[in-house]
């Protein structure tokens, strides 16, 4: 079965330093990776994937994450933190199974130090 | 752009009481989920649906739950016998064919908080 380890629950940088969260996954197959965030009292908004193909993958407000497959795994990096990227965020798994179910990590809080 | 629709955002509940959380999913898509996030928690899946029956559910989707689409457009999710452990927000999906790389799209959530 396939599942994602994210390293840090919390994670606190300076404003306009550079963003890091960690994202290990485990899968017997080749998997579909996604990172997805939620900001307070809200869903939860896909940031991006990764399918097939290049493995550095972009996604909205500036994110990008890269597949390493040597590593297993899906680090989401963004150059420049901004107030506004304050939210928690969640590396996801699939594999193209029946119904495309995807599997969570436990989520990382990111904090932005003003 | 096309959303999921959930209500109600918030729902508070005595223990024992049944509760039915109430999703529209995406027009034309096919297959539905039900997550959900315990306070502090990690987003669980619960179960997913396709052409009017459960495709796959998990440990958490016992008895005291079930899904259903009454209609062309609603999707439901009942909870017979609520617990305080129930306590969560709860998180409906769709996605449009089920196979490949298509991604979920969550609805904003509906707290269920059991007293």
Known sequence: AQSVTQLGSHVSVSEGALVLLRCNYSSSVPPYLFWYVQYPNQGLQLLLKYTTGATLVKGINGFEAEFKKSETSFHLTKPSAHMSDAAEYFCAVSIMNRDDKIIFGKGTRLHILP | ?115
Request: proline content about 4%; charged content about 20%.
């Open chain 2, 1 to 115: 752009e096309p959303e999921v629709t959930q209500t109600p955002s918030h729902q508070v509940t005595q223990m024992g009481q049944e509760v039915i959380l109430r999703c529209v999913p995406i027009s034309n898509h096919l297959y539905f989920y039900w997550y959900r996030q315990i306070l502090g928690q990690k987003v669980e899946f619960l179960v997913s649906f396709y052409n009017n029956e459960i495709s796959e559910k998990s440990e958490i989707f016992d008895d005291q739950f079930s899904v259903e689409r009454p209609d062309g457009s609603n999707f439901t999710l009942k909870i017979r016998s609520t617990k305080l452990e129930d306590s969560a927000m709860y998180f409906c999906a769709s996605n449009p064919t089920g196979v490949g790389a298509n991604v979920l799209t969550f609805g904003a959530g509906s707290r269920l908080t059991v007293l």
